[in-house]
Antibody
Framework: EVQLLESGGGLEQPGGSLRLSCAAS????????MTWVRQAPGKGLEWVSA????????YYADSVKGRFTISRDNSKNTLYLQMNSLRVEDTAVYYC?????????????WGQGTLVTVSS | DIQMTQSPSSLSASVGDRVTITCRAS??????LAWFQHKPGKAPKSLIY???SLQSGVPSKFSGSGSGTDFTLTISSLQPEDFATYYC?????????FGGGTKVEIK
């Protein structure tokens, strides 16, 4: 059974940093791309970032480019999102999801999400 | 970037109704389109990929169609568990983009 479990969310001040983690199980982690999607309070889903199965290719939304870094440790079956220079508008539930292919494609499984609140 | 426009933004329907949601891409995306269901406090659920293929375990009351720029999601007979917000998403090119969502409410 595929499972994705996010952690690392919490309250942070504007300008601060947080690192989110997504622990994966139930599939061969290195064979699949992974992605982060967020939902701000009262808003729709927004794609944040994606990474290929081997970690060699990474993609970002313009809203987070230069501030967020996606990475993965295939030996630990874990996906990360390093979030720097946080802004109030980064407040959201962050979900990780598994792609059905190595680099770019549809998602199939999602985690339950972790809440990030950016506030002074 | 490819813009995804969903309509309607919300709708009210009764149990047993047939419901159709549309999604339009600002440029052609072939069939690189997915649909998701999202309920408050829950993980989004993947329903359809490649415009018309059901994800494993998704009931056949859900169906998708379209190619190029115009797509539809149809729920053949709405059940209480189907009241949720539905999103389309293109994965033809980065950055990936979602539609604004369609909230399906009980009439």
């Amino acid at each position: 059974e595929v499972q994705l479990l996010e952690s690392g969310g919490g309250l942070e001040q504007p300008g601060g940093s947080l690192r989110l983690s997504c622990a994966a199980s139930g599939f061969t982690f290195s064979k699949y791309g992974m992605t982060w999607v967020r939902q701000a309070p009262g808003k729709g889903l927004e794609w944040v970032s994606a990474i290929s199965g081997g970690g060699g290719s990474a993609y970002y939304a313009d809203s987070v480019k230069g501030r967020f870094t996606i990475s993965r440790d295939n030996s630990k079956n874990t996906l990360y999102l390093q979030m720097n220079s946080l802004r109030v508008e980064d407040t959201a539930v962050y979900y990780c999801a598994k792609l059905v292919v190595y680099a770019r494609g549809a998602f199939d499984y999602w985690g339950q999400g972790t809440l990030v609140t950016v506030s002074s | 970037d490819i813009q995804m426009t969903q309509s309607p933004s919300s709708l009210s329907a009764s149990v047993g109704d047939r419901v159709t949601i549309t999604c339009r891409a600002s440029q052609g995306i072939s069939n690189s389109l997915a649909w998701f269901q999202h309920k408050p406090g829950k993980a989004p659920k993947s329903l359809i990929y490649a415009a018309s293929s059901l994800q494993s375990g998704v009931p056949s009351k859900f169906s998708g169609s379209g190619s190029g720029t115009d797509f539809t999601l149809t729920i053949s007979s709405l059940q209480p568990e189907d009241f949720a917000t539905y999103y389309c998403q293109q994965y033809n090119s980065y950055p990936l983009t979602f539609g604004g969502g369609t909230k399906v409410e009980i009439k």
